[in-house]
């Protein structure tokens, strides 16, 4: 059974930093097409970032410069490492791995940005 599961949010104040992580199991990840999300309260679920097949990362404007993806394949985590967050930043953040046509989700982690 594939499981994915997103760890590492929390409330921080605005410029500070959080590491998110997603971990898989019950795939390859070399398999898996790695992405994060986030939805914010009345908001729709938004792209955040992206872990290309060759490793390459990919960000959307949003958070171009302040965030930062990485990956361990070995053990099948990928990584958000977060600065200068914003209030805006303020979301349920996704991991979701697409292996083979489908979409695996994580529950998602709570970030919260105060000012």
């Known amino acids: 059974q594939v499981q994915v599961t997103e760890s590492g949010g929390g409330s921080v104040q605005a410029g500070g930093s959080l590491r998110l992580s997603c971990a898989t199991s019950?795939?390859?990840?070399?398999?898996?097409?790695m992405r994060w999300y986030r939805q914010a309260p009345g908001k729709e679920r938004e792209f955040v970032s992206a872990?290309?097949?060759?490793?390459?990362?990919i960000y959307a404007d949003s958070v171009m410069g302040r965030f930062a993806t990485s990956q361990d394949v070995v053990n099948g985590i990928m990584f958000l490492q977060m600065n200068s967050l914003k209030p805006e930043d303020t979301a349920m953040y996704y991991c979701?791995?697409?292996?083979?046509?489908?979409?695996?989700w994580g529950p998602g982690t709570q970030v919260t940005v105060y000012s």
């Open positions: 979701r791995c697409r292996a083979k046509f489908r979409d695996y």
């Open positions: 019950g795939v390859s990840y070399r398999s898996c097409y």
């Open positions: 872990m290309a097949i060759n490793g390459t990362p």
